[in-house]
């Protein structure tokens, strides 16, 4: 029998806030009924996930580190982290796995500081501006990059 296939989801720092957290950037859903819909459609797509979250750079660093092995992909939201962390780069160069980058919002139609991704370089793909189906995308395109 194959080995299933297996991908993290991480979510960055204030996604635990969705729902109630600018709702006209961000959407109405909250981060519990994300990954509700990210479970369902990788149980259709025949493939396991983690889904993790973290306010802390560094706990999102460890995870990805520790990902090696075990995981055969990563679907990752930075959120603010996206703009700002060499930290998170850096962990996706070294462990090596693809990676797709995600958003819920679109990052080129909003403020200057946010239209720069530091770990855009670092993932085969980034899928931005679809709100929750951008994580579904993101799922999707980790499963055929696989």
Partial sequence: MAKKKRILVLHGPNLNLLGRRQPEI??????????????ALARE????????????????????????GRFGAIVINAAAYTHSSVAL????????????????????????????????????GQIAGFGVHSYLLGLRAAVEYL
Wanted: hydrophobic share 40%.
């Fill in 45 to 68: 797509l025949g493939v396991e996930v983690e889904i993790r979250q973290s306010n802390n750079e560094g706990e999102l660093v460890g995870w990805i580190q520790e990902s090696s």
């Fill in 89 to 124: 780069r850096d962990a996706l160069v070294a462990v090596g796995l693809p990676a797709v980058e995600v958003h819920i919002s679109n990052i080129y139609k909003r403020e200057d500081f946010r239209k720069r991704s530091l770990i855009a370089e670092a993932v085969v």
């Fill in 26 to 39: 961000y959407g109405r859903l909250t981060l519990e009924q994300i990954n509700r819909k990210i479970r």
